[in-house]
């Protein structure tokens, strides 16, 4: 090969001119690919890998089995930078090896195109057509005669089912099926030599950088008519495949290129770098397969990273709709295994537990259920020939669908395609429908169909039930005579030619304006992106070391500035591979060139950003139609229309005399000796092509991912990328159990990586809450982005449990397992199983009566999960499963208990899966383990409208009081979700079950009697109250009297509760726990401000001061979250540290609460003297100029107050003060009322001169703390103002 071939490859249309087919030599080979998928088939099902040997020469017929192909011929031999790969290639371009055909079959010749994508992310395009040609070797002819009469020796007087293979070949989807009698399908597996003529399958395939996929298909068509064509092509075929290879450059960006094929002028266009990237591959086409809401459900799981496999009998198709779908992501990139068809021996790829996006060729007849795939529980299943999608759970809707979905309907409808899509619309659909008919005839030239053919084609236009009514007559060999009204010739050849360039245009178009209305969703939705780049290296190096550390976008800032429906897809999205590596390529563009996506999304952002001066409004949740479609696709009118450069002509080649002979139906042996090399000077472009342009070449090559990337940057960002970067397409060339075996590890290495990797992030996210929360005691910390994280891990553990199953039972693998050990170990239960204890070793009061004991067991937890009937599927039992657990804290310890049945393990899984890797299990397991130090209600926080049985026990001071009450004691519990109403306790009992809908975290309870009974005077220590299901117990402090003439009067109380850490050892407890509920103000403050024993104790004026302005610092901070995440506000008004509190300190410091020889006097009382004080001025009629206002206040004050002393409820003086302090505060009256008291002439005989509220500065300084407060608007929970009317 010459220099200058070498040196102008980069810059060349294509890179290789290939040509696969049968090796006369060698003969008949079995596909020794076939034979490891028969072989993979049999370890799938379980099966001798030597009766799948063994069976199968023989269960088909000859002329449907797989033989091997081979490369016959590629030029040139090799290129620098994108090495030949023989056995890819040869996989790809006869994905099922060598197919044979007689006379009768039919030998339409297909299109279809792949790709390679190389391990540092390059890909490179292949284009091929394959034809039929004669088989001229009559030692073929012979064996192919030898080995039908084996098969019908074998089975003679019975017809063969020859579609019953994995690996049929090239077209015999397309040939066979319903639409075939038996008796031709007779016909078609025969061959007789001497009767029949045998034809082969052959290849012609064009390797280019870019996918110029029109462009190559008109030129392998024009090839392959050159060899059909009765008459010999202008020059030997060697001067055209020497043209496209060493003379016809790659147009320039921006601009048009005319090349010559063998017939006709052939046009390709590049965009410019500053619009979208080249795609060559037709939307219009993805749409009438698929239709706009299947396509934007499948886009959507492919932006969210799922694992989508397409399927369809049609190799162009898989291949049109990944390339397609992959197209509409810009300014993002697939970042995972990228493989659109699937060859048959690597069907073990599927397995991946990873995301991939793969095309899997259909088998005709095989439906979808009898389709074993090893993983589905977030598997997007796409039936492109069927028009239907099988979707993920749960997965979250893309932000504006239905506007979304009307701007691009919008428009399809101006290029008459229905956003339905339009199965048999479609060019390809209605020629696959009727290459299924076996009468048809074609022509070649003008596409005519003769006879039924044409009558049938005619028929089945734009309706199902005919189209199955045709199938069903065909079955059963009725004939279906010819439509009249539907009658009319093909296009002539020269107007087709017209219509093609004007087809070309208009789908360049559609394509264009489609891509640009995807562009505009994700140019509106991260406008502001870059405020969110957290830039924090100072050089690349550096930042590459460090990656894995850092923190690159500040996700939770980003997503509290976006609207609120948006938040589902957002959160779920900003935690995917392609963000990060956007992000990524984002923060290093400071040191290096932009990558050519982001160039041009940067570039329309500025844009917007001039449109709209106000850039808030690019926050809105306003759907934004794009405003550019017709500007985007003017450029690439004009330059369709108007040429801007022409390649070399085809010429003769300095031949021998004697070469390029040409013969009919045949394609030629070429000669190497012309096209091993370009030419040395003669080439225009080349010399045209200074140093310094070559230099730009390849600096574009290279941001065009044909480059080799820096070895540093590579490594590093191989390493930062996660798993999934180095598998994005799987070795072709070596198939080998060992390479299996290494892609398998690199699989375990990669989830265990994953693991490690979610699980900090879990925790990291989880404790920095949590620090913050420290400085105000609130641990409300069920977030949206933490839901997200724990969606996530339930994803990778599905995975995990699916890789290498051995056969695959039910959607979820993890749920198949445990039910399948529940039902081994379930009579064992008693004895296997040691109880786990929920809470300290005993939890004893100073009655002695504790919290009965919670045994919870691995089958338990999966039986409360089976007793939810909101859930329907086992994918939502296996992930309503881990969210339990999780909560629970026992997730580590359920999973190690189910893998400790090795005997099942080894039952279920094959020996390179990840369970049955020990080091890396308990490495797994451990991981999970430290999610133990912080707390989850996940399991609370997400099922929300289930039953779930609680427990509660009253536990009173015995010494103090009697035990047990005569009267008729009941309780009340309300959590973030609803409370239970009021329940009776059993006399004598102290303890109730119950069950209610999910309260969710607990926060108040309400505890009282009737004061029935000689023996009606209670002191209560506290309440317990848990939740049966998860095991959170909750308690509610008290430490007063409940009864009439004691303490406050009280026979009711509103309780504040705390979640018990259920952690026996208090130490360890103190290090892992989430900051602890507030709960109701303790006995000992209730002691000290009431009774004379603790005066000592009281708090002094500074420490007043400083808890008023920490609780009202609580509440600010509580409505400053997002509202999801905010929580109990009754924690903040009532709790110990709450609003309530502090003001009674405020209200108690100085008062003359207790008298020699008399009852105590509470705030309550001075409250009510008040108002009893300004009633009667009310009455006496004071006239005095602006008392006006004072009297308005007075008379709320006062209906306030009498409103709380008449409410049924039998509530004491405390009580009634946090009631009233409650009804202030929410209706933004505080700030009137606490001078109304100050002003009071009552308050000089009730408070000391030292008092708070007798400090005319101190009043004015928390009258201003207060204003901050009424600036809310708070919601109090109904057990605060039930009974109270205003």
């Not at 997503?559 to 992000?583: G, K, N, R, W």
């Not at 000592?1096 to 609580?1114: D, L, M």
């Not at 409650?1222 to 933004?1228: K, N, P, Q, S």
């Amino acid at each position: 090969m010459s220099a200058t071939g070498l040196g102008t490859a980069p810059c060349r249309f294509a890179h290789y001119f290939v040509v696969c087919g049968i090796d006369t030599e060698t003969g008949l080979e079995p596909d020794e690919l076939a034979a490891l998928y028969q072989w993979l088939e049999a370890d799938l099902h379980g099966r001798s890998q030597d009766a799948a040997n063994a069976g199968e020469n023989f269960e088909q017929s000859p002329l449907r089995r797989t033989f091997k192909s081979k490369v016959l011929a590629h030029f040139p031999e090799t290129i620098e930078w994108n090495p030949f790969d023989q056995d890819a290639v040869n996989m790809l371009c006869m994905p099922k090896g060598l197919s044979f055909r007689t006379q009768v079959d039919n030998r339409e010749s297909q299109f279809h195109s792949y790709l390679i994508t190389r391990e540092d992310g390059s890909r490179t395009y292949g284009f091929v057509l394959t034809f039929y040609e004669e088989v001229t070797s009559k030692q073929i002819c012979t064996a192919m005669q030898t080995l039908y009469q084996m098969h019908h020796a074998e089975h003679s007087g019975s017809v063969c089912a020859s579609s019953s293979c994995s690996m049929d070949s090239l077209a015999s989807s397309l040939d066979e099926g319903d639409a075939t009698s038996l008796n031709k399908l007779h016909c078609c597996s025969s061959y007789n030599m001497s009767r029949d003529t045998l034809y082969v399958s052959k290849a012609l395939c064009l390797i280019t950088p870019l996918p110029f996929m029109q462009a190559c298909r008109k030129f392998l068509t024009q090839l392959h008519r050159a060899v059909s064509s009765q008459q010999p092509p202008p020059l030997p075929l060697e001067s055209y495949i020497h043209n496209i290879l060493y003379e016809v450059p790659l147009p320039p960006p921006g601009r048009s290129l005319k090349f010559h094929g063998v017939y006709e002028p052939i046009v390709c266009q590049r965009p410019s770098p500053s619009e979208l990237p080249l795609a060559d591959y037709s939307l219009k086409q993805v749409f009438e397969l698929l239709g706009v809401e299947n396509l934007v459900q499948v886009f959507t799981c492919v932006l969210l990273e799922m694992q989508i496999l397409l399927y369809s009998q049609d190799y162009q198709r898989l291949m049109t709709v990944a390339e397609g779908i992959t197209t509409l992501l810009f300014p993002f990139q697939w970042q995972h295994v990228y493989v659109p068809i699937l060859p048959a021996s690597l069907l073990h790829f599927l397995d991946a537990p990873v995301p991939y996006l793969m095309g899997l060729q259909s088998k005709e007849g095989t439906d979808r259920s009898k389709l074993e795939l090893p993983q589905e529980a977030n598997l997007c299943f796409v039936d492109i020939d069927n028009h239907f999608i099988e979707l993920p759970e749960d997965f979250p809707q893309f932000p504006n669908k239905l506007e979304f979905i009307q701007e691009i309907s919008a428009v399809l409808l101006q290029f008459g395609i229905p956003p339905e899509g339009s199965l048999h619309s479609s060019e390809s659909t209605t020629q696959l429908k009727s290459l299924a008919l076996h009468d048809l005839v074609s022509d070649k030239k003008n596409g005519n169909l003769p006879g039924d053919a044409l009558a049938v084609f005619e028929l089945l236009q734009g309706n199902a039930t005919l189209e199955r009514l045709q199938a069903l007559a065909k079955r059963t060999g009725v004939t279906v005579g010819r439509v009249p009204t539907l009658g009319g010739n093909m296009v002539k050849e020269k107007d087709g030619r017209l219509q093609c360039e004007e087809e070309e245009l208009r789908d360049a178009t559609l394509n264009v304006q489609v891509r640009e209305v995807f562009a505009n969703r994700f140019s509106q939705m991260f406008a502001d992106y870059e405020a969110f780049v957290i830039q924090s290296a100072t050089d690349l190096e550096s930042w590459l070391t460090n990656r894995e550390q850092m923190h690159n976008f500040d996700k939770a800032s980003f997503l509290s500035d976006q609207p609120e429906p948006y938040l589902p897809f957002l959160s779920h999205f900003i935690e995917t591979q392609m963000f990060a590596t956007f992000i990524d390529n984002k923060i290093m563009s400071q040191w290096e060139d932009k990558e050519p996506l982001l160039k041009v999304f940067d570039s329309r952002i500025e844009k917007m950003r001039l449109y709209n001066v106000r850039i808030p409004n690019l926050c809105s949740s306003n759907y934004q139609k794009s405003t550019i479609l017709k500007e985007s696709a003017q450029s690439i009118e004009q330059r369709l229309m108007k040429i801007d450069h022409t390649a070399v002509h085809p010429h003769l080649l300095d031949m021998k005399i004697g070469q390029g002979k040409y013969e009919q139906g045949f394609f030629p042996k070429l000669q190497a000796d012309v096209l091993a090399a370009g030419p040395t000077n003669n080439n225009r472009w080349a010399s045209r092509t200074g140093t310094a342009q070559r230099r730009k070449d390849r600096l574009r090559q290279h941001s065009e991912h044909l480059g080799l990337d820096n070895d540093l940057r590579e490594k590093y960002m191989q390493e930062a990328r996660s798993l999934g970067k180095n598998l994005r397409q799987p070795k072709l060339s070596d198939l080998s159990p060992a390479v299996i075996a290494q892609t398998n590890w690199k699989f375990v290495e990669g989830l265990l990586k994953e693991c490690r990797m979610k699980t900090k992030r879990m925790l990291v996210e989880k404790m920095g809450r949590e620090a913050v929360e420290l400085g105000h005691g609130e641990a409300n910390i069920t977030g949206l982005e933490e839901n997200t994280l724990i969606a996530s891990l339930c994803d990778l553990m599905e995975r995990i449990w699916s890789h290498g199953l051995q056969v695959k039972q039910g959607k979820s693998a993890l749920w198949s397992h445990l039910l399948q050990y529940q039902e081994r170990e379930e009579k064992l239960e008693q004895t296997a199983v040691s109880p786990v204890l929920l809470g300290p070793e005993r939890r004893k009061s100073e009655t002695g009566l504790t919290m009965p004991f919670l045994r919870v067991s691995l089958f338990q937890d999966m039986r409360h999960i089976q007793n939810v009937s909101e859930i329907k599927t086992d994918v939502g039992r296996a992930r309503g499963w881990i969210r339990l657990s999780l909560e629970k804290k026992l997730l580590s310890q359920h999973l190690k208990q189910l893998l400790s049945n090795q005997a099942l393990t080894k039952k279920l899984y094959k020996r390179y899966a990840f369970l049955r890797c020990e080091e890396e299990k308990e490495q797994f397991l451990y991981h999970l383990l430290t999610l133990n130090t912080v707390d989850y209600f996940c399991f609370t926080s997400v099922f929300t409208t289930i039953m779930i049985p609680y427990r509660a026990v009253i536990i009173p001071i015995k010494k103090l009081s009697n035990a047990i009450t005569t009267s008729n004691p009941w309780v009340s519990v309300s959590g973030e979700l609803g409370d239970s109403g009021v329940m009776q306790i059993p006399k004598n009992l102290l303890e109730m079950t119950f069950d209610c809908q999910n309260l969710g975290k607990l926060t108040t309870a309400q505890i009282g009697h009737d004061n029935s009974g000689l023996l009606a005077k209670w002191l209560v220590d506290c309440v317990m109250v848990r939740n049966e299901i998860t095991g959170h117990t909750y308690k509610f402090p008290c430490g007063r009297w409940l009864g009439k003439g004691v303490d406050d009067g009280s026979l009711e109380r509103i309780l504040i509760g705390e979640l018990i850490i259920p952690c026996a050892d208090e130490d360890l407890s103190k290090q892992c726990r989430t900051p602890p509920l507030q709960r109701s103000p303790a006995q000992t403050r209730r002691i000290s401000i009431t009774s004379p024993a603790g005066r000592n104790s009281k708090p002094n004026a500074v420490q007043i001061q400083e808890a008023i302005g920490e609780a009202v610092n609580n509440i600010v901070k509580h409505f400053h979250k997002p509202e999801k995440e905010r929580g109990s506000l009754t924690i903040l008004l009532c709790g110990e540290n709450g609003l309530v509190s502090a003001l009674e300190q405020f209200f108690h410091h100085g008062f003359k609460s207790s008298r020699i020889f008399q009852k105590n006097v509470f705030v309550w009382d001075f409250i009510e003297k008040a108002v009893a004080y300004f009633e009667m001025t009310d009455q006496i009629g004071d006239t005095v100029e602006g008392m006006e206002s004072f009297r308005s206040m007075c008379k709320i004050f006062c209906h306030y107050v009498n409103a709380i002393n008449v409410t049924p409820r039998n509530i004491g003086k405390d009580g009634k003060l946090q009631f009233l302090v409650c009804l202030g505060a929410r209706d933004h009256l505080l700030l009137q009322w606490i001078p109304l008291l100050v002003e009071c002439p009552l308050i000089t005989t009730m408070y000391e001169e030292y008092a708070l509220l007798r400090d005319h500065l101190m009043v004015n300084s928390l009258i201003r703390v207060l204003q901050t407060v009424h600036e809310f608007n708070i919601t109090l929970e109904s057990s605060l103002v039930k009974g109270i009317t205003l």
